[in-house]
């Protein structure tokens, strides 16, 4: 007799490989060989270690503004450093998700969303770091004056920015590339809303959002320096993290207590790498749309370890039992017959008419604000100067972006295939992905100083250390997405070289790579901000672009000007992706469907 569901674990901690096929392990899937009271004690250790730093943290953030002390190099205290950091990013991360979840999935359901919430996404992810927390920090603050608290929730916001766009845009992308046929087939189950997105839309839409999300972990590294600075009233406060370490180190030219910090980041790393992301991988691997099962899969230490633990397995019962009540209940029971028809009433083509309108108005209005508060200290020089620079800005985007694509696309193809591989290469990725390019400042700084090289060329390769990789995560989840029946029939009809990639991987990936090109472009011109102005010590070097000058008039408080920037970078980053990559991506959405 079957267990009742209320007794069963949930589906990630059974030992089933696949969704298609019977449950059996993979060949030469690794089994544990742990007595079953060590196996206990292991998982019980590691439980308790991470409800600990928990509470730390908790207990940290609810102190008063006066117990913050003053930054140490002392490379004893970067433990604790790095507990304060990761648990940001963390809460960071389930803000991001959360906001994916609802944000993605109005702008791919609701065509009226969508023409608000996609050009607003793109205006979002343009806007840099900097800018947010020049008009953030004061609201956050204001929620709790007098503790830690409303910096840290001014800091976590700041890495917000750095990792909900581009998560939002794979969501996105998948929900508008989800197969007809599965679509069809939920609706004629008569699934409603609710029942179809936790059921169909989110598992398929899941492998993207897992490498997606291991990028925007690794993208609120890069920005952790600028995201731990809090100016509150008139004063810098830097919170205990490795952010404000390595700003020190910087400071101090302390290149021992910087090796210190790669160090204590590489270390962080692979823990939330082994803990996080590897067991996440390896679960969003069955929900991969294919009829036949993979020949080689990902694995997990850790999730075996849940997946064999008595104790894991009773914990996760009862909020199993309480989500799948939750997925299946009948919430929004909207059962839509068929996809939304070309052929429009009047009436919705009325509706439609007058939404445009407001919107249009909407737009014009916040414009008008806007350019009355930039008119209060800037004038029409200052707006030539701003698309003089920007400009240049755009032409170091363009050139990186195709170098980026030409080096990693067919390397992310490579990793994308070899799942074993993919499994070595992804802390590595991560690594590097997360390397904050102040650290390399040093390499940049000295040379150029010493040879007195051109900063407007040799400072640009710093505005794609941190982007490249959104190209690369996104190539390797549509790699991995592929079906592998698709690429069992591509090797029967003995497609090779040029003809493998042009009619079977560059389609199949084509979606998940104008994702990547998008985020990787506008990262690039957030990242701007950090490579076109960089110091080592008292030498400071500039290099003529936009993100300089957003980034010099954030120091001087310079409020209409830095506006006036922000707003150009925005400008920019819309018409590029208008002109270029949102053509792009409906191309790829039309003819590229796994159908």
């Given at each position: 007799m079957s267990r009742p569901i209320w007794l069963k674990p949930p589906l990630f901690l059974r030992s089933q490989q696949h969704h298609v096929g019977p449950r059996v392990y993979a060949p030469g899937r690794p089994r544990l060989a742990l007595p079953a009271d060590s196996l206990e004690l292991t998982v019980a250790a590691i439980v308790?270690?991470?409800?600990?730093?928990?509470?730390?943290?908790?207990?940290?953030?609810?102190?008063?503004?006066?117990?913050?002390?003053?930054?140490?190099?002392?490379?004893?205290?970067?433990?604790?450093?790095?507990?304060?950091?990761?648990?940001?990013?963390?809460?960071?991360?389930?803000?991001?998700?959360?906001?994916?979840?609802?944000?993605?999935?109005?702008?791919?359901?609701?065509?009226?969303?969508?023409?608000?919430l996609v050009p607003l996404l793109d205006i979002l992810q343009s806007v840099p770091v900097l800018g947010y927390l020049s008009f953030t920090v004061v609201f956050f603050v204001g929620l709790a004056p007098h503790w830690v608290l409303g910096l840290e929730l001014a800091s976590i916001f700041a890495i917000f920015t750095s990792q909900a766009w581009n998560?939002?845009?794979?969501?996105?992308?998948?929900?508008?590339?989800?197969?007809?046929?599965?679509?069809?087939?939920?609706?004629?189950?008569?699934?409603?809303?609710?029942?179809?997105?936790?059921?169909?839309?989110?598992?398929?839409?899941?492998?993207?959002?897992?490498?997606?999300?291991?990028?925007?972990?690794?993208?609120?590294?890069?920005?952790?320096?600028?995201?731990?600075?809090?100016?509150?009233?008139?004063?810098?406060?830097?919170?205990?993290?490795?952010?404000?370490?390595?700003?020190?180190?910087?400071?101090?030219?302390?290149?021992?207590?910087?090796?210190?910090?790669?160090?204590?980041m590489t270390i962080v790393i692979l823990i939330y790498d082994q803990l996080l992301f590897r067991p996440l991988v390896v679960w969003a691997d069955r929900f991969r749309v294919e009829q036949t099962a993979s020949q080689s899969t990902p694995h997990s230490w850790f999730l075996e370890l849940l997946r064999h633990s008595h104790l894991a397995r009773a914990a996760a019962v009862p909020a199993s039992f309480c989500l799948r009540r939750l997925f299946r209940a009948r919430i929004l029971n909207i059962i839509p017959t068929s996809r939304p028809l070309a052929v429009r009433s009047r009436a919705s083509k009325a509706v439609d008419d007058l939404w445009y309108i407001f919107v249009a108005v909407a737009s014009l209005g916040i414009a008008a604000i806007i350019v009355r508060f930039i008119a209060q200290g800037a004038g029409w020089s200052d707006v030539f100067t701003v698309v003089r620079l920007g400009t240049y800005t755009l032409l170091r985007v363009v050139v990186l972006i195709v170098l980026a694509s030409l080096i990693w696309v067919p390397v992310g193809v490579v990793i994308g295939l070899r799942p074993k591989l993919a499994e070595r290469v992804q802390p590595l990725a991560q690594f590097l992905a997360a390397f904050p390019a102040n650290l390399l400042f040093p390499l940049f700084v000295i040379p150029i100083v010493r040879f007195n090289l051109n900063t407007d060329i040799w400072l640009t390769p710093l505005m794609i250390l941190g982007t490249q990789w959104?190209?690369?995560?996104?190539?390797?989840?549509?790699?991995?997405a592929l079906p592998t029946d698709l690429l069992e029939a591509a090797d029967n009809f003995r497609f090779h070289g040029w003809q493998w990639w042009r009619i079977v991987i560059l389609p199949g990936i084509f979606p998940y790579y104008i994702t990547g090109a998008i985020t990787a472009s506008g990262g690039a011109w957030n990242a701007s901000i950090v490579a076109e102005v960089v110091s080592w010590g008292h030498d400071r070097l500039f290099a003529h672009g936009l993100g300089a000058y957003i980034s010099q008039m954030t120091a001087q408080g310079d409020y209409p000007r830095i506006v006036l920037g922000i707003a150009t970078m925005s400008a920019f980053v819309v018409l590029f992706n208008r002109l270029l990559w949102r053509p792009l991506y409906a191309y790829g959405e039309r003819r590229f469907r796994l159908d």
């Open positions: 308790l270690a991470l409800a600990a730093m928990l509470a730390y943290g908790i207990s940290e953030v609810f102190a008063p503004v006066s117990s913050l002390k003053a930054i140490s190099l002392d490379p004893l205290r970067l433990p604790e450093y790095a507990v304060r950091t990761v648990l940001r990013m963390l809460a960071a991360m389930g803000a991001s998700l959360l906001f994916t979840l609802v944000y993605g999935t109005l702008a791919a359901k609701s065509r009226r969303a969508e023409v608000v998560m939002a845009f794979s969501f996105f992308q998948a929900l508008r590339t989800l197969p007809v046929d599965l679509d069809e087939a939920s609706r004629a189950f008569g699934f409603s809303a609710w029942q179809r997105f936790w059921r169909l839309e989110f598992p398929f839409a899941v492998p993207g959002l897992v490498w997606n999300m291991m990028m925007s972990m690794s993208g609120g590294w890069f920005f952790v320096v600028a995201s731990e600075a809090i100016t509150a009233d008139q004063r810098q406060i830097a919170l205990p993290g490795i952010g404000s370490y390595v700003a020190l180190a910087i400071a101090q030219r302390n290149l021992l207590a910087i090796g210190f910090a790669i160090a204590a959104y190209i690369l995560f996104n190539v390797i989840a549509g790699t991995t």
